[in-house]
């Protein structure tokens, strides 16, 4: 599954071919996942305690606030996560601000 994978400290979203199971998820995210429902299809998974773990600030979503620590950027498939189209990469690059590195 192509996914985009954005650190807090690290500026560029890398572009990444993942599994996705929830194992290799939560071991990118660092912990039990939460699922920030975003616009055009996507879907932003990061860390469900990032602020409380004190994780630093990755981005702001206009719903939700600032979203912490490490984030997986995937399409909505419903019951299950899909890879990346490349207009949604696009409208994450846009939406984040960041560089997109392969």
Same mark, same amino acid.
Do not use: A
């Given at each position: #599954?192509? =996914? *985009?994978?954005?650190? %807090?400290?690290?500026? %560029? *979203? ?5 599994? $996705?199971? *929830?194992?290799?998820?939560?071991? +990118?995210? @660092? @912990? ?5 429902? #975003? /616009?055009? $299809? ?7 305690? $990032?602020? #409380?773990? &004190? *994780? ?7 719903? !939700? &606030?600032?979203?912490? @620590?490490? =984030? +997986?950027? =995937?399409?909505?498939? $419903?019951?299950?996560?899909? !890879?990346? /189209?490349? !207009?949604? +990469? ?5 939406? =984040?601000? !960041?560089?997109?590195?392969?």
């Amino acid at each position: #599954m192509r =996914v *985009l994978v954005r650190e %807090p400290i690290k500026q %560029p *979203l890398q572009l990444k071919e993942i599994e $996705g199971s *929830l194992e290799e998820i939560q071991e +990118i995210i @660092g @912990g039990d996942i939460e699922i920030v429902p #975003m /616009t055009q $299809g996507l879907l932003c998974i990061c860390n469900e305690e $990032g602020n #409380m773990k &004190g *994780l630093e600030k990755n981005f702001f979503h206009d719903y !939700s &606030g600032w979203i912490f @620590g490490t =984030v +997986i950027f =995937v399409s909505d498939g $419903g019951e299950e996560f899909r !890879s990346l /189209t490349d !207009s949604q +990469i696009t409208f994450i690059k846009e939406y =984040v601000c !960041s560089p997109v590195v392969q």
